[in-house]
């Protein structure tokens, strides 16, 4: 009975309400996964993402076989940033449902924020090969290069990602200018910083314009060298 009045209530719009009665339904049946399921929606669209996750998690303990749940926690720990949580349950369901994209694109996303970065573009480049070049994933796989100091799998990234299209080309030209920066091709790194500029892209140009300052320092400073012998 609890269960039908909250949905009576969810379908009318009255969230607040079918929350009450849907909580009445779980005491009256604690092992309910798809109320605690109902339950994690209704505060997403709350914005709290706490009690989202905790309900998740009681799901995923009640039907732990059910791997919509397990996608729904891992995804709610992602936008929470806590990405240490997310990563085993990827790391599960990639095993288990090794020819869904979504399920590496999370993987490589959330390995690519933590000190396990390094297996991050194997990750990325599987949900690349099952679903096709994606701008933004080969835009987080240059970062991901830039960061572990391999620029030439940077570029290599970035040019596939603009060739994809995607509308990422400020995030994909800022990373070719910081692998060009690393190589010490100081003037194609200024350029490319510049294009970013061209793409109006609030963020990227703070960025682009910090890097410019900085890769101009870094250009008089082996001039200086230079000129001294160094």
Same mark, same amino acid.
């Given at each position: 009975?609890?269960?039908?009045?909250?949905?009576?209530?969810?379908?009318?719009?009255?969230?607040?309400?079918?929350?009450?009665?849907?909580?009445?339904?779980?005491?009256?049946?604690?092992?309910?996964?798809?109320?605690?399921?109902?339950?994690?929606?209704? &505060?997403?669209?709350?914005?709290?993402?706490?009690?989202?996750?905790?309900?998740?998690?009681?799901?995923?303990?009640?039907?732990?076989?059910?791997?919509?749940?397990?996608?729904?926690?891992?995804?709610?720990?992602?936008?929470?940033?806590?990405?240490?949580?997310?990563?085993?349950?990827?790391?599960?369901?990639?095993?288990? &449902?090794?020819?869904?994209?979504?399920?590496?694109?999370?993987?490589?996303?959330?390995?690519?924020?933590?000190?396990?970065?390094?297996?991050?573009?194997?990750?990325?480049?599987?949900?690349?090969?099952?679903?096709?070049?994606?701008?933004?994933?080969?835009?987080?796989?240059?970062?991901?290069?830039?960061?572990?100091?391999?620029?030439?799998?940077?570029?290599?990234?970035?040019?596939?990602?603009?060739?994809?299209?995607?509308?990422?080309?400020?995030?994909? &030209?800022?990373?070719?200018?910081?692998?060009?920066?690393?190589?010490?091709?100081?003037?194609?790194?200024?350029?490319?910083?510049?294009?970013?500029?061209?793409?109006?892209?609030?963020?990227?140009?703070?960025?682009?314009?910090?890097?410019?300052?900085?890769?101009?320092?870094?250009?008089?400073?082996?001039?200086?060298?230079?000129?001294?012998?160094?």
């Amino acid at each position: 009975m609890y269960k039908r009045q909250g949905f009576i209530y969810q379908k009318r719009g009255d969230d607040d309400t079918a929350i009450r009665y849907y909580k009445l339904a779980l005491k009256s049946r604690p092992g309910d996964a798809t109320t605690m399921g109902t339950l994690a929606h209704l &505060y997403d669209k709350k914005g709290d993402v706490d009690t989202k996750i905790k309900y998740l998690q009681m799901a995923v303990e009640a039907a732990p076989d059910n791997y919509k749940f397990k996608y729904q926690l891992g995804s709610a720990y992602i936008d929470k940033r806590d990405f240490e949580s997310a990563i085993p349950i990827f790391e599960e369901l990639t095993k288990k &449902y090794p020819d869904r994209a979504g399920y590496w694109r999370y993987l490589g996303l959330a390995l690519s924020q933590t000190d396990r970065k390094s297996e991050a573009p194997a990750a990325l480049e599987k949900a690349l090969e099952l679903k096709g070049d994606d701008a933004y994933l080969l835009a987080v796989m240059a970062q991901v290069y830039n960061e572990l100091k391999q620029p030439g799998n940077a570029i290599k990234a970035v040019k596939r990602g603009l060739k994809a299209g995607n509308g990422q080309e400020a995030f994909l &030209y800022y990373q070719w200018g910081l692998a060009l920066s690393k190589m010490k091709s100081y003037d194609e790194s200024i350029a490319k910083f510049n294009k970013v500029l061209t793409y109006k892209d609030p963020l990227w140009s703070k960025y682009a314009r910090k890097q410019i300052k900085r890769v101009e320092t870094l250009k008089k400073i082996e001039k200086a060298k230079r000129e001294q012998g160094l």
